[in-house]
T-cell receptor
Framework: DTGVSQNPRHKITKRGQNVTFRCDPISEHNRLYWYRQTLGQGPEFLTYFQNEAQLEKSRLLSDRFSAERPKGSFSTLEIQRTEQGDSAMYLC?????????????FGPGTRLLVL | DQQVKQNSPSLSVQEGRISILNCDYTNSMFDYFLWYKKYPAEGPTFLISISSIKDKNEDGRFTVFLNKSAKHLSLHIVPSQPGDSAVYFCAASARNYGQNFVFGPGTRLSVLP
């Protein structure tokens, strides 16, 4: 399968713990995005990378969140000192850019539940 | 402030009929629009897109219409099939101002056999 993959698919943690999610994009894609989706809402942009450079971060991304893409391939999203409000689906997407009509391809997501 | 709105949370359509999903946006800088479909426990899947230089784009059973003056786009599915039952998200981006997509809240389509 050459699509976007995310691990783990599900994560249950206690409030205050740290969690880390991984995303493996489509291999030739140079852009990688992280989104958060809560019930009844569409995906909300968190941050994105072009190759290894993190080019933009949303105001939604508090100091407890950090993302890396060290070699321009896979990416990790870490949440420190988790809070119940962090419970959501975390989606990763990748694309090939620049292009006049960029299309982002999504992974299956990691569902986080903070107890 | 929602920049992309999908005012119908749900829609039910009989199999074989047309499904019309609507999307409104407020940011006049948006110049590229996409529709994604999402099944439970899966990530969104790209369906079809349209650039602001066009007013219609067709791909098989799916057609997207864009009305820039009304800041409105719609997705037509003809004929609707039970496998089309999913949540549909409209997304928009302002390519000259960054590549980030802004998503609407989604419309749940149920196609009844």
């Amino acid at each position: 399968d050459t699509g976007v993959s995310q691990n783990p698919r599900h994560k249950i943690t206690k409030r205050g713990q740290n969690v880390t999610f991984r995303c493996d994009p489509i291999s030739e894609h140079n852009r990688l995005y992280w989104y958060r989706q809560t019930l009844g809402q569409g995906p909300e942009f968190l941050t994105y990378f072009q190759n290894e450079a993190q080019l933009e971060k949303s105001r939604l991304l508090s100091d407890r969140f950090s993302a890396e893409r060290p070699k321009g391939s896979f990416s990790t999203l870490e949440i420190q000192r988790t809070e119940q409000g962090d419970s959501a689906m975390y989606l990763c997407a990748s694309s090939l850019a620049p292009g006049t009509e960029e299309t982002q391809y999504f992974g299956p997501g990691t569902r986080l539940l903070v107890l | 402030d929602q920049q992309v709105k999908q005012n119908s949370p749900s829609l039910s359509v009989q199999e074989g009929r047309i499904s019309i999903l609507n999307c409104d946006y407020t940011n006049s800088m948006f110049d590229y629009f996409l529709w994604y479909k999402k099944y439970p426990a899966e990530g969104p899947t790209f369906l079809i897109s349209i650039s602001s230089i066009k007013d219609k784009n067709e791909d098989g059973r799916f057609t997207v219409f864009l009305n820039k003056s009304a800041k409105h786009l719609s997705l037509h599915i003809v004929p609707s099939q039970p496998g089309d039952s999913a949540v549909y998200f409209c997304a928009a981006s302002a390519r000259n101002y960054g590549q980030n997509f802004v998503f609407g809240p989604g419309t749940r389509l149920s196609v009844l056999p």
